[in-house]
Structure formats: structure tokens, C-alpha cells
């Protein structure tokens, strides 16, 4: 189990989450030549958030494609680019417009490794800005990484910081398997520390962010919900009840063992999403440890997720959006069982 | 938009010369939902349904006894051993079967007109693609019969999976022939090792939006793609009226690549205009479009009953259109083969289908464990951990465990 530590080294720099996956990107296409990025203004704008900023003038338009406005399209051709040789790093503008796409990434990138028999490899990465906070109109704020946990064939990951960013990014692309990339959106200008010399090793497995041997609850986060789970350990602290933290960065498959180490000593956990908790990556979360640490558990696992509804107009957001004090309340629902 | 809407009124003034004008379907027509799509089309033909041949000064071909002899072998192996199929669904040996019959010519031609270098991204009805990239009909059994959900190596045949979402494969294919751009693969000329790409999809695809992506995609990208339609007419129960105005052909221009109309059901027409546009796009003048016109004479699959949607004299008028007929008369009236020839293509198709029919009988189901296999390219924990899961949960049954029946139930759906 890993645990994270502030980095000192002297190559270290503070960067943005969106600069350390533009770096992340710069870094696998000097690496491999195979590796396109694709997607609506990814070329001379940069896309809509800058994370493919100056790859085409310095990588060339047959490596960073301005595709057509098609969903499909982009998710459909890059299958054929793959089956080719290429690593296409597909980029969804806005998690709401991931769905024209649905169908190939379901039909064709999640199989057609298992209806070749593994003839073919599917080495795709599909890149989506994700998650509420950001005072959009409708489809720029949902968090559907459910949809996709659920299919068979693509592993799904969140990265949560811009050290986590840059690598992450990289092991995706490595990855001879699809990759469906959640990314932050909220997060993408918050600055945190990256050392670019030292590899972390497989980025695709959950970590305990924090523990202590007092710890009472296990807090577990993943994406853009980290920063307000850290926020509620720090303010749990201050009532004095400590709190393991747990960034599960791997949503599929899910790598439980740092939660089940953690849930086995606090005997309480708390599960934290922004997607509407029904049928969601919280619910097996919550299932999991049910089923693999029930005799550890003090309380029933606890799920801070948004609502059963349509993500709100954005007035509204801070109402849907798991906060400080959903998380802390949850906490108290735990404690008090 | 109510169907009086689609068509100027009476009292309109006439449609300009073109495309609109000499297609429109009269309001009359509109009601009965037959459109013009078979009217008013280009059609290109080089053997007759009579069989007598006639030159295209557009799509030169060299035709030789040989080759003549050779596509009505391809044509009647492949009919045989679809029928075989169609039989072996019938007696329980297939849960399901998607049958050609009718679509020799469009499809012999098609994967006739290929080279070795070039790939192709079928539908799943393309069993006669399947024969002319080496694919054996064995290799096409397991889909049918529930043992695998692909049997051939794609990348080996240059002959991707069957895809059965309606369109997709396209899209895919757009995209290889991007590659096929970006490697530096196009360009040579029509004798060189450059590649181009071919995507076979049937009327109905043409409604799906990803057909028209693809389309996008490539004429955006001058990919070397031949888009190759089979108007066989139906999508399972739906007329082509019911999503056409036009000539499928026509929407070529509308992307600004040029299309075709083939007779479908003339094997010269499919295999001169494949050969030319193939070579054509390999020539970087991609893409095009080809719409080989034809007849879906069996059901949809084996699934289906035709008899609650159409009339079977149309069926029987096709039948004097066969594409085996006209090249067998053809043959002879040329003398250019002679009742051993026939003979001697009867003795090896009859052969083929008892091999096809052997196999099929004596293919077992797979292992279990197999179900878990290929999921992943790289390891995958949760794959691996239900694997263990499951076969120790069988070995709980002890020697009874996991060794059911091949199913044999009647499958559904397309």
C-alpha cells in the first residue's frame, strides 16, 4: 500500500492539473510516434481547456487532429486508427456529449478485443472533462464514470491532482486496453506539486492519501471530489475525529485493498461522488465493502453522492454537489450507529 | 413534416431539371410509401440477364474465360454452402442464420475486385466477402452457432469481425484508412502496395448516423475508402422507400465523392467498379461510394418470416435476374465451359457443404473458462479473481460440472 508523501525533491515544480496533463500528453507523444490526440479543437485552440495547448504546432496536424464535429465519429475512427497501429487519444470536449459516442465505445472499443479473441488490441485512451462546480449550462457538469464501469472492457480511471495527471495520463495511453480518462474539470487550475523524474510506478490502483492508527472513519473519494474530501478529514480532525483518506483513482476495475485495509480499523466508511447515487461507482463502493469487510464494519457504509435528478441548473449546483458538510454529516451518521 | 408536405402540390411550379425533378415521387406515391429509389438511376451492367456481354467504356475490365469460370465457382460455392447453413439452422445445428441468397454477384465482385494489401470492415451478412479474403466457411460457423462471436483471424485475413451494430463498422473503417493516409500508404498507383479500405453496409445502414460520419470523416480526411452499399431492398421488414427519396448512389455528392449505381446481380458490373474505385482510392482519389442494387431473395436471417411483409412475385421476378444464371449462359453460349466444368463446380460445392455441414455437427461449446478470456489485453484483477470464482465453484459439481449441450434454441434479434 502506498501513502502519499509531500514531494521535496528538487525537480519538483507546482503546476495545474490541466498543465501537467498537457505535459502528460506531450510526454507519451515524444515517446511514441503512434500517439494521436483527436477531438473537436484539440489543434490550433488548444481545446476548449487548453489540455492539448501548442501539441499540434509542435507535433503537426497528422498527430493532433481537429476531427468533425461527430461524436461518433471521433470514437468510431479512432477504433480503425487503433486497429492500425496508432494509439488515439480521443478528447470528449464536455462529459454531457460523450453519448453520440456511446455506442462505438460500447459496442466496438469495450469488445472488439474479446470478439477477436484477442487478434486485435484496442489501445485508446478517451479523455472526458468531467464533473459539476463550474457554473455551466446543461450536459458540462455530469459525472457519468458509471456508465462506463459497467462495461466490460474498458477500465476507467480519475485522476485527482496534477502529479497523479501526468502519469496517469501516460499509463493510459501505455495501456494496450481502453482507457476512459476522467478528468476534473473543476480541479484543472489548481496548482500542486509535480516531479517528473521520478516514476511512480502503475497509477492504476487506489491509495490511502492519509491514515492514522486512531482513524474512525475511512473517507473515500476519487476525481474531483477529492479536494472536498480532504477538506472534511481536516475539519472532522478539528472535532477531533480522525479519518482515513482513500483516493480510489481506479474506478474499473476497482482496487479495494488500501478501503478494506483502512475499513478493517475504522470499521466506517464514507463514499463520496458527485453521479446520482442510484446503481453508481459510490453503490459498489458501499457493496463491496459489504461484502468483503462485514465483520469489520461498526456502521452501514455511508454514500454522499448528488441526487436522483437531472444535473440542476447551475444556481443550484451547490445544493446537488457533495460538500464539507454532506461529508461531515455523513461522518456523524456513521458514528452515531 | 406530414407526407403532403414532401412533395410540391399540383399547383406548384415544375421542379427545376436534376435530380429533384426527375426523382420526386408524386404525392400518390408518397401515400403508398413507394418512392423513386429504383427509378431514374444510372445503373451500370456489363453482363445482361440474358448474359450477353457489353464492354463499360468508364470501368474497362478484362474478361477471359478464366475469370468468368472463376466468379461462377466463387458464386455457386458460396450459394451452396449458404444454403447449407440456412439447412443447418433449420435442423437445429445453428441457433441462427444470415443468409446472401441473391447477393453473389454484389458481394464475389466486391471481394474480387480487392487486392491482397487492402482490408475490409464487413456487416454480417458478407460471407461471400469472408470467401474471397481466404476466410473458410468453417471459420464463419461459430458466430451461428454460439461457440465464439468471430472465427477467423481479422488481422491475418485483412477481413475485420463481423459487426452486427448497424453502421459501426464503417466509422471503423473510415478511420483505418486514415491510418492508411497517415503511413504513407496511398498514392502509388493502381499496381503498387498501396492500400485502400472497403466498408460493406446494407440500405438500411444508410439511415444510421454513423454511415454518415463515416462519410464525413473520410471525404474530410481523402481517405481511401469505398463505401460499398448492398441495396438488397429490405431492412428486415422496412422497404428502402421508408428511408429514401433518392438513389442511395446520389448521396455520394453530397459529401463530394463520386458514386455508382451497379447492377448488383452482375458480377463483371461489382467486380469492374470495386477494381476501379479500390485502385482509385489507393490512387489518393478517394473516397467513393458504390451502391450495388439488388435483391434480398431468402428471409432477413432465419429468424424472420418475409411472407408478412412482401409479395413473393417480386421475389420470383428477381429470380429471372439471378447473377449465377446469367454467367452460366453466358458460358455456354460463348463456349467457354462445358457440361464437365459444371458438373465438376457441382461435385466441389456438394463437398464444400458436407465439410461445412461435418463441422458445424461436430463443433463442441467451449470450456467455461473461456468466457473470461480476451476481455483484457493486459491483466485484469477482476476478470481473473471471477474466473477462479466460478471454475471453483463448478469443480464443487465435481465430473458433471460445465459440460452442457451446445444450444440450439432459435435465436432472435439481427
Known amino acids: 500500500m502506498s501513502t502519499a508523501t509531500g514531494t521535496t525533491a528538487t525537480s519538483s515544480q507546482s503546476v495545474t492539473l490541466a498543465k501537467a496533463l498537457n505535459m502528460g500528453l506531450r510526454a507519451a507523444m515524444e515517446a511514441d510516434d503512434k500517439v494521436l490526440v483527436m477531438g473537436e479543437d484539440v489543434g490550433k485552440l488548444g481545446g476548449v481547456f487548453r489540455i492539448t495547448d501548442a501539441l499540434q504546432k509542435d507535433f503537426g496536424e497528422h498527430r493532433v487532429l481537429d476531427t468533425p464535429l461527430a461524436e461518433s465519429g471521433i470514437i468510431g475512427t479512432a477504433v480503425g486508427l487503433a486497429l492500425r497501429g496508432y494509439r488515439p487519444v480521443c478528447e470528449i470536449q464536455f462529459d454531457g456529449f460523450v453519448f453520440p459516442g456511446f455506442d462505438q465505445i460500447i459496442s466496438q472499443v469495450a469488445k472488439l478485443t474479446y470478439r477477436s479473441r484477442g487478434a486485435y488490441q484496442m489501445p485508446l485512451t478517451i479523455r472526458i472533462p468531467y464533473g459539476g462546480g463550474i457554473g455551466a449550462v446543461e450536459h458540462h457538469a455530469e459525472s457519468p464514470e458509471a456508465f462506463f464501469c459497467h462495461i466490460a472492457g474498458l477500465r476507467v480511471v480519475a485522476c485527482a491532482n496534477p502529479a497523479d495527471a501526468y502519469w496517469m495520463i501516460q499509463e493510459a495511453i501505455a495501456c494496450p486496453d481502453p482507457v476512459v480518462f476522467f478528468e476534473p474539470k473543476r480541479r484543472y487550475w489548481e496548482k500542486g506539486e509535480l516531479d517528473t523524474s521520478v516514476d511512480p510506478g502503475t497509477t492504476f490502483s487506489s491509495v490511502l492519501r492519509s491514515s492514522s492508527n486512531n482513524s474512525a472513519v475511512t473517507l473515500i473519494g476519487f476525481g474531483a471530489t477529492m479536494p472536498t474530501v480532504f477538506a472534511a478529514a481536516a475539519a472532522a480532525a478539528e472535532d477531533g475525529i480522525a479519518c482515513d483518506v482513500v483516493d480510489l483513482r481506479s474506478l474499473s476495475p476497482l482496487d479495494l485493498g488500501p478501503v478494506l485495509e483502512s475499513v478493517q480499523h475504522t470499521g466506517r466508511a464514507v463514499v463520496v461522488s458527485e453521479a446520482p447515487g442510484e446503481v453508481s461507482l459510490a453503490s459498489e463502493v458501499a457493496a463491496r465493502i459489504t461484502e468483503e469487510a462485514f465483520y469489520s464494519l461498526a456502521a452501514p457504509v455511508q454514500r454522499v453522492t448528488g441526487f436522483d435528478v437531472p444535473y440542476p441548473p447551475s444556481k443550484l449546483e451547490e445544493e446537488y454537489l457533495p460538500d464539507l458538510d454532506k461529508v461531515l454529516h455523513a461522518v456523524d451518521r456513521s458514528l452515531a450507529y | ?414
Open chain 2, 1 to 414: 413534416m406530414a407526407p403532403e408536405q414532401w412533395t410540391p402540390s399540383p399547383q406548384a411550379p415544375a421542379a427545376p431539371e436534376g435530380v429533384g425533378a426527375a426523382t420526386s415521387p408524386s404525392p400518390a406515391e408518397v401515400a403508398r410509401g413507394l418512392r423513386a429509389t429504383g427509378e431514374g438511376a444510372d445503373t451500370i451492367q456489363l453482363l445482361s440477364p440474358e448474359g450477353e456481354y457489353t464492354p463499360h467504356p468508364d470501368f474497362p475490365i478484362e474478361v477471359s474465360g478464366e475469370l468468368l469460370r472463376d466468379l461462377y465457382r466463387d458464386m455457386v460455392l458460396i450459394r451452396r454452402f449458404d444454403r447449407e447453413g440456412n439447412s443447418l439452422q433449420r435442423q437445429g445445428q445453428l441457433s441462427i442464420w444470415v443468409p446472401l441468397l441473391g447477393q453473389e454477384a454484389a458481394q464475389i465482385g466486391a471481394g474480387r475486385g480487392m487486392r491482397d494489401q487492402d482490408m475490409a470492415f464487413p456487416s454480417y451478412r458478407e460471407h461471400g466477402i469472408a470467401w474471397c479474403r481466404g476466410v473458410d466457411p468453417t471459420e464463419l460457423l461459430g458466430i451461428f452457432r454460439g461457440t465464439n462471436h468471430s472465427g477467423w483471424n481479422p488481422v491475418e485475413k485483412r477481413f475485420h469481425t463481423y459487426t452486427i451494430v448497424i453502421g459501426n463498422q464503417a466509422l471503423n473503417a473510415a478511420g483505418y484508412a486514415m491510418g492508411q493516409v497517415f503511413d504513407g500508404k496511398v498514392g502509388g498507383g493502381p499496381e503498387s502496395d498501396s492500400e485502400a479500405t472497403i466498408t460493406f453496409f446494407g440500405d438500411g445502414a444508410t439511415a444510421q448516423g454513423d454511415i454518415h460520419e463515416a462519410m464525413v470523416f473520410a471525404t474530410a480526411y481523402d481517405s481511401p475508402v469505398v463505401f460499398y452499399c448492398q441495396n438488397n431492398q429490405w431492412a428486415i421488414s422496412e422497404p428502402i422507400e421508408k428511408m429514401a427519396r433518392l438513389p442511395l448512389y446520389r448521396r455520394a455528392a453530397g459529401y463530394g465523392m463520386p458514386g455508382f449505381r451497379v447492377d448488383g446481380n452482375d458480377v463483371l458490373a461489382c467486380l469492374a467498379v470495386t477494381r476501379w474505385a479500390m485502385d482509385e482510392c489507393r490512387s489518393g482519389n478517394g473516397p467513393v461510394m458504390i451502391e450495388a442494387f439488388t435483391y434480398r431473395m431468402d428471409a432477413h436471417t432465419t429468424s424472420d418470416d418475409p411472407n408478412r411483409y412482401r409479395m413473393a412475385d417480386t421475389t420470383e421476378a428477381w429470380k429471372l435476374l439471378d447473377p449465377i444464371e446469367r454467367v452460366r449462359v453466358h458460358l455456354v453460349r460463348e463456349g467457354l465451359a462445358d457440361q464437365d466444368f459444371f458438373d465438376g463446380i457441382q461435385a466441389e460445392a456438394d463437398a464444400l457443404a458436407e465439410r461445412f455441414r461435418a463441422f458445424a455437427v461436430a463443433m463442441e461449446p467451449p470450456g467455461p473458462e473461456t468466457m473470461f478470456s480476451g476481455v483484457y489485453t493486459a491483466p485484469h484483477a477482476q476478470t481473473e479473481r471471477q474466473r477462479a470464482e466460478f471454475l471453483e465453484y463448478l469443480e464443487g459439481f465435481g465430473d458433471d460440472a460445465a459440460h452442457g449441450e451446445p444450444a440450439n434454441a432459435a435465436g432472435g434479434g439481427h
